[in-house]
T-cell receptor, first 116, second 116 residues
Framework: AQKVTQAQTEISVVEKEDVTLDCVYE???????LFWYKQPPSGELVFLIR??????QNEISGRYSWNFQKSTSSFNFTITASQVVDSAVYFC?????????????FGTGTRLLVSP | EPEVTQTPSHQVTQMGQEVILRCVPISNHLYFYWYRQILGQKVEFLVSFYNNEISEKSEIFDDQFSVERPDGSNFTLKIRSTKLEDSAMYFCASSPQRGLNTDTQYFGPGTRLTVL
């Protein structure tokens, strides 16, 4: 069964702090994608990153970095030097080869509040 | 940058009425999706659509729901007889192609459906 768990419901930080959002996934498939999406207060879903199951290299994009560890089934997201504009709900998601990658299974999201 | 668009942004309807939510996917994309997000909850997959037919659907997508690509650009979700519990944000998404390294779903801004 496929499942994504984001145990942190809400995190509050002060601007310039680093923050890590946790994501743990479950899948029986050996071939899958993991994603992070951002949902700002305006409501849209903004794609941040996709990772395939064969690529465990960590990735950095500006202030964002992602740590993918198959051994712990985790795909954590770190924002360095957070800014007020980072305030949003962040969703981790999974798609599997056995569904033809046709459906994203989302976690419940982590609300990040960055205060000035 | 091309993006998925959705209309209307907000739809209010009476219980039992039919609604049609409209989406214009990114023009060279081949796969289309609908998701919904009940207020404050996670995003849930409804249906995927490829080559003018449904390729995958969830248990939520019952006989009250239907999808259509009436022309070369629009993709619609119809709810035949709305219920109070259909109140949610409905997201349309599209992706360019299947494949381990290319599949990413891009989401529209959503339509907020309120059933009274």
């Amino acid at each position: 069964a496929q499942k994504v768990t984001q145990a942190q419901t809400e995190i509050s930080v002060v601007e310039k702090e680093d923050v890590t959002l946790d994501c743990v996934y479950e899948t029986r498939d050996t071939t899958y994608y993991l994603f992070w999406y951002k949902q700002p207060p305006s409501g849209e879903l903004v794609f941040l990153i996709r990772r395939n199951s064969f690529d465990e290299q960590n990735e950095i994009s500006g202030r964002y970095s992602w740590n993918f560890q198959k051994s712990t089934s985790s795909f954590n997201f770190t924002i360095t030097a957070s800014q007020v504009v980072d305030s949003a709900v962040y969703f981790c998601a999974l798609s599997e080869a056995n569904t033809g990658f046709q459906k994203l299974v989302f976690g419940t999201g982590t609300r990040l509040l960055v205060s000035p | 940058e091309p993006e998925v668009t959705q209309t209307p942004s907000h739809q209010v309807t009476q219980m039992g009425q039919e609604v049609i939510l409209r989406c214009v996917p990114i023009s060279n994309h081949l796969y289309f999706y609908w998701y919904r997000q009940i207020l404050g909850q996670k995003v849930e997959f409804l249906v995927s659509f490829y080559n003018n037919e449904i390729s995958e659907k969830s248990e939520i997508f019952d006989d009250q729901f239907s999808v259509e690509r009436p022309d070369g650009s629009n993709f619609t979700l119809k709810i035949r007889s709305t219920k109070l519990e259909d109140s949610a944000m409905y997201f349309c998404a599209s992706s360019p192609q299947r494949g381990l390294n290319t599949d990413t779903q891009y989401f529209g801004p959503g339509t907020r459906l309120t059933v009274l």
